[in-house]
């Protein structure tokens, strides 16, 4: 069977929708050799990570045969035909236009739906344009797989579409979180980034959703010999924490790291001694997987799906309850009978999540068509 993928983010993103895309296609390619996977991109960005993705024996790189004007959108359709391909796969949202038209049958991934949850963090003209291409890839494709039980219902609730047509695959993460380092590599990740030798950990992009602030007023109150760490990209948040750090007079216990290598974030998950994850909303959690599977308690939010992806033994506060956060941490942080049970259950929990059986949910799902 060749199944084709909507490429452009696995072909030219080195973070985020990028690395699940090459994650999810390089899983399958591993684990069913038997089919081809084609890639459809416009461009491909050279990069190391790109370059060995692309180096798989049964995975192809597929640019523009009939030009690149309107392709992904339209044009692509006559390659997909061209190259024989059954099944087509939108990772992020969207497919091409007039696919229910043709033989070839379609699958679109919805990651979330949170530009209707949260319309004032998006650009009027930005939140309408993924509104558009979400709901007509909803309405259109044969399948629908959504990443949480919690995206399914947005799409029930907010496009009217029918629970028969969505299936809930859940995402893994990278199969380097879930293998300890050794205790040289583990020393040599904290010199580098001179990490503190107790810390609590945050990971993602530093943005108002995202919800750092109510990490930072729960530090005050947590024990003073744990300093916060905190990994992602700054966008213009990050002057509102600033001022709330400066407020609390906590600069002297934040740590902000920025372009970390992917290969070491694993050790600074390792060496934390909680997760936290205040998240006002998600469509997933893929940073509570890595948690999990590093063997770090997690501390998380409620309201969206992180219950889903921290599972029954992690603690879950309300986003804007800093004195609920500050006391969870606490709690983990002074019970070591408790950390030891977080550790222990969050582990076996995350199982689910595993590469092998997502991979064989997906094509099962490919397979039903």
């Known amino acids: 069977m060749k199944i084709g993928f909507d490429g452009k983010r696995a072909a030219n993103n080195l973070t985020g929708l990028g690395n699940y895309s090459r994650s999810l296609i390089e899983h399958l390619a591993n684990q069913f050799p038997e089919h081809k996977y084609l890639v459809y ?12 993705f692309f180096e798989k024996e049964n ?30 796969h939108g990772l992020s949202q969207e497919i091409p236009l007039a696919i229910q038209h043709t033989r070839i049958k379609s699958i679109v991934t919805i990651h979330d739906l949170i530009f209707l949850h949260f319309p004032q963090y998006y650009k009027f003209i930005d939140r309408k344009l993924y509104e558009w291409k979400s709901k007509s890839a909803c309405k259109r494709a044969s399948k629908i797989i959504a990443i949480s039980e919690k995206t399914k219902k947005d799409i029930i609730d907010l496009y009217k579409i029918s629970p028969e047509k969505i299936q809930v695959i859940y995402q893994s993460c990278d199969d380097s979180f879930k293998t300890p380092f050794p205790q040289h590599a583990l020393s040599r990740i904290s010199a580098t980034y001179k990490l503190p030798e107790k810390y609590i950990l945050n990971v993602g992009t530093i943005e108002e959703r995202k919800n750092l602030k109510l990490a930072v007023q729960a530090l005050k109150k947590v024990d003073e010999e744990y300093k916060l760490v905190v990994i992602g990209k700054q966008t213009g948040y990050f002057k509102t924490v600033e001022k709330e750090i400066e407020k609390f007079d906590l600069k002297d216990r934040i740590i902000f790291l920025k372009n970390i290598p992917f290969a070491d974030l694993p050790g600074i998950y390792q060496m934390a001694g909680v997760f936290v994850y205040p998240s006002f909303y998600e469509g997933f959690g893929i940073p509570i997987i890595e948690a999990l599977y590093s063997g770090i308690p997690v501390v998380a939010a409620t309201g969206s799906c992180l219950e889903e992806a921290g599972g029954p033994n992690s603690l879950y506060v309300s986003p804007n309850d800093a004195d609920g956060l500050a006391k969870s941490i606490n709690q983990v942080l002074e019970n070591f009978e408790l950390q030891k049970e977080m550790k222990e259950k969050g582990l076996e929990f995350v199982q689910k999540f595993n590469s092998s059986v997502v991979t064989k949910q997906l094509m099962d799902c490919y397979l039903s068509l």
């Open 59 to 88: 995975i192809e790189l597929q640019l523009p045969k009939n030009g690149p004007f309107l392709w992904r959108t339209l044009n692509i359709l006559k390659d997909l035909n061209q190259d024989g391909c059954q099944i087509f």
């Open 41 to 52: 991109s416009p461009k491909v960005k050279q990069a190391k990570q790109i370059d060995a």
